[in-house]
Structure formats: C-alpha cells, structure tokens
T-cell receptor, first 112, second 120 residues
Framework: KQEVTQIPAALSVPEGENLVLNCSFT??????LQWFRQDPGKGLTSLLLIQSSQREQTSGRLNASLDKSSGRSTLYIAASQPGDSATYLC???????????FGSGTRLSIRP | DTAVSQTPKYLVTQMGNDKSIKCEQN?????MYWYKQDSKKFLKIMFSYNNKELIINETVPNRFSPKSPDKAHLNLHINSLELGDSAVYFC???????????????????FGEGSRLTVL
C-alpha cells in the first residue's frame, strides 16, 4: 500500500533563504509525482509535475527532483519570498491504479 | 476562464438536510474526482469517474452519491447530513494516462477552489 510522507509538517525560514521540502513514498511503482501549493482557504495550485521517467522539473525559482529508487522527491525553492508562504503538498499517482495519494503537507512560513 | 469550477463555494446547513455540490471542468479531461479535506488539512479521495464511469469508490457512507451526467461534470449529492460531514470538498480533473493522449502532462491533476460545507 502506497504511503506518502512529508517532513517537516511546518517550516519557518527568513526571507531570501534557499530551502528544500521533502516528500517520501513507500512504493516506487509510480506513474508521476506532483507538487502543489495551497493558500489558506483556497484550492490546490499545481506547481510541478514529474513523470516517472524524469529526474527533475523546473519552473522559475522552483525545482523538483524525483528519485524513484529511494522513494524520495524534493522541492527546492530558491531565494524564498514572503509570498511563498503556503502549505506545500506532494501527490503520487501509482503506476497501476488511478488512486492518487497525497502527503499531509508542509506548512511553510517565510519571515520578512 | 476557470478550468475546474465548483459551486457553491460555501454551504451552511442543518443536520439531516440533503445538499448537492456541482463541479464542471472545461479542460477536456476524461477523469474527474471528489476529494475531502478535513480539519487537519488531509486530502482523501472519495470518488473518481472516467468518461462517466465510476472507477474509484472509497469507503464513503452511501449517503454520498456522485453523479456524472457527462465527462465534463461531476456532482456530489449528500443525504441526511451529519456534523462529521463538515469539511472542504474539492473537485479535480485529469487526463487519464490510459487514453490515447500520452502527452508530457498526462495525469496532471487540476483542482477547483473547494466547497466549504458546515453542518450545524
């Protein structure tokens, strides 16, 4: 059974720092992994999608990596800004089934 | 020009009532989902439809009944509402990888803004 874990649950860093958010999964038979951000009271916004054949994806200051063999993905945020404050969730789509599994999220706070 | 839209955004109702939440996507996707986000912000799949056919039905009380009139719409009807049903319900859609279109973004999930249900 696929399980997705995000540690830490919460993170607070000063503005300008580079930071890494972690996502781990127990079953390496995945189709893709997707990172989202969720602002309070809002829906989920897709940030990056990594297909199983890819190692990383980049969008602006964001870079997501995928290592299937170790069951890990990281989301790297460069030069963090207060506007990056949100909850970041990763989601894993299994290779066989359609049931996408979400991590519990990391609540990120960027201090001005 | 919202991709996945759901209504209503807020719903406050009494225990025992019946209510519906509607969802529509204009992305041309063939798969739609309902997720429930509880007070601890954990997202859990409830249902998934592919081309109007139910493919995922998690352990959800049968008071919850999804209906997909076409592949662009997936509605959620809830009977006899209970206090524990209070949550945010999210609709989502994706283009399933099993279809002919196997582009680089196949399987990417897009969410609506959520419908916050409060049962009093």
């Amino acid at each position: 059974k696929q399980e997705v874990t995000q540690i830490p649950a919460a993170l607070s860093v000063p503005e300008g720092e580079n930071l890494v958010l972690n996502c781990s999964f127990t079953d390496s038979a995945i189709y893709n992994l997707q990172w989202f951000r969720q602002d309070p009271g809002k829906g989920l916004t897709s940030l990056l999608l990594i297909q199983s054949s890819q190692r990383e994806q980049t969008s602006g200051r964001l870079n997501a990596s995928l290592d299937k063999s170790s069951g890990r993905s990281t989301l790297y945020i460069a030069a963090s800004q207060p506007g990056d404050s949100a909850t970041y969730l990763c989601a894993v789509r299994p290779l066989v089934a359609s049931k996408i599994i979400f991590g519990s999220g990391t609540r990120l706070s960027i201090r001005p | 020009d919202t991709a996945v839209s759901q209504t209503p955004k807020y719903l406050v109702t009494q225990m025992g009532n019946d209510k519906s939440i509607k969802c529509e996507q204009n992305l041309g996707h063939d798969t739609m989902y309902w997720y429930k986000q509880d007070s601890k912000k954990f997202l859990k799949i409830m249902f998934s439809y592919n081309n109007k056919e139910l493919i995922i039905n998690e352990t959800v009380p049968n008071r919850f009944s999804p209906k997909s009139p076409d592949k662009a719409h997936l509605n959620l009807h809830i009977n006899s509402l209970e206090l524990g049903d209070s949550a945010v319900y999210f609709c989502a859609s994706s283009q399933d990888r099993a279809q002919n279109r196997q582009g680089p973004n196949t399987g990417e999930l897009f969410f609506g803004e959520g419908s916050r249900l409060t049962v009093l």
